[in-house]
């Protein structure tokens, strides 16, 4: 019996072994380990309860796999999309200078009187397109007026002395003559009385006492006195017409006077004119109003900023960096675009590059030669002409902000 159940006991254990290989071989066969019987308890519990997450896991597993090449072509495309970026903006960028450090600029007028009085008329409004000639307003002319006609009664009084001085130079050359020969016949008159007198005296005076008297011997004493004083008062006379030329030269410097009176009364009456004319203010060029700060009825006074007007010719003020000018030239092409107008796209040239930096005209300019020393890039203003591009419909206000690109190639 003990026999016998040994034999039975070792036959079962020879049994398992024998089982136990062959799980084992055929484990070892599909690459897993073998399982006892234990485990194939433990693993038959959960097999049952997590069958459908295997299948979730295997599906999600087989997706990922199918999916793993499209990412791969997503990659690469990327990949090329930024390469041919890169090349695309280099080839764009190469050989241009662009900076948005620019704004349009223009011609600004600005309109104020020479004269000042109460504005009675005002023909502008605001942003009004305006016409070279056309009226924009008129100052109350009253007082103008009347000084013009004031200055036109002192230029006809001037008038009338200037030509009275001239007829006194004409009576002059006939009249100073005349005086000097009238002069020179009475001197030679009271020289011949002189003469007799004398004659009288030493006849008297030579004869007998007996065949004349004291009376007669007095009278020629005083006829002679007499006479010599007419000499001398002839020739007073004679001397004080003989300078005929110099007094003649008198009534012409009066003349030369009165000229000069002729001449500032005819500048007075041309000032009033003028200031008469200025009452009127009239668009020295076409262009829009603009900044207009009066009203009619205001009192305006001279040189006072009235309104300005903006000229229709427009370019481009670029301030590049000194570094970017260095292969720029005046007539090289220009592309720009207008902030204010995306649609818009101008072209131009540049027409000249500004000899100083911004900072050189600034009202306080960089001293560089005091104390510390810090280098800093300047810009340099870039006129730049607008050739086409514009629309008549949208002018470009001045200061707006554009973005110029230069062809420097």
Not at 132 to 140: F, K, Y
Not at 324 to 333: D, H, N, S, V
């Amino acid at each position: 019996m003990a026999e016998h159940e040994r034999h039975d006991g070792g036959d079962e254990a020879a049994d398992r072994r024998a089982l136990q290989d062959d799980d084992q071989d055929g484990d070892g066969a599909e690459g897993k380990p073998a399982d006892d019987g234990k485990a194939d308890k433990r693993t038959s519990g959960r097999e049952s309860g997590d069958g459908d997450q295997s299948d979730e896991d295997a599906k999600h597993d087989e997706e990922r796999n199918r999916a793993k090449p499209f990412v791969r072509v997503a990659l690469v495309l990327f990949v090329l999309l930024l390469v041919s970026g890169g090349v695309y903006y280099w080839l764009t960028t190469r050989g241009k200078q662009t900076t948005d450090d620019a704004f349009t600029a223009g011609r600004l007028i600005t309109i104020a009187p020479h004269v000042s009085g109460y504005v009675t008329e005002l023909d502008v409004n605001d942003n009004e397109f305006v016409h070279q000639g056309q009226l924009l307003l008129r100052i109350d002319q009253r007082d103008y007026l009347a000084a013009r006609d004031q200055s036109k009664a002192s230029l006809d009084s001037a008038k009338s002395q200037v030509q009275s001085s001239k007829y006194g130079v004409e009576v002059a050359k006939q009249t100073f003559p005349a005086q000097l020969k009238q002069a020179q016949g009475a001197l030679l008159m009271a020289q011949a009385q002189e003469f007799r007198a004398e004659t009288d005296y030493r006849r008297q005076h030579s004869i007998e006492r007996a065949a004349t008297t004291q009376q007669d011997i007095d009278y020629s004493t005083a006829a002679l006195d007499q006479a010599k004083a007419q000499v001398i008062e002839a020739q007073g006379q004679v001397a004080q017409a003989t300078p005929v030329a110099p007094q003649i030269s008198t009534q012409s410097t009066r003349v030369d006077q009165q000229s000069s009176a002729l001449a500032e009364a005819q500048a007075e009456l041309d000032r009033a004119n003028l200031n008469l004319e200025w009452t009127t203010i009239r668009a020295p060029n076409d262009g829009w109003i603009a900044q207009r700060n009066i009203e009619r009825g205001s009192y305006v006074t001279s040189g006072q900023a009235l309104f300005s007007i903006v000229e229709p010719d427009v370019w481009i003020t670029a301030n590049f960096k000194e570094t970017e000018i260095t292969r720029m030239r005046a007539g090289q092409p220009v592309r720009i675009s207008v902030d204010a107008y995306p649609d818009l796209h101008l072209s131009g040239h540049v027409d000249s590059i500004q000899l100083g930096a911004g900072s050189a005209f600034s009202a306080f300019p960089p001293e560089n030669a005091t104390g510390n020393f810090v280098k800093i890039v300047q810009r340099v203003p870039v006129k730049i002409v607008i050739d086409s591009g514009l629309d008549p419909l949208a002018p470009l206000p001045i200061g707006i902000s554009v973005e110029p690109t230069v062809d420097i190639q």
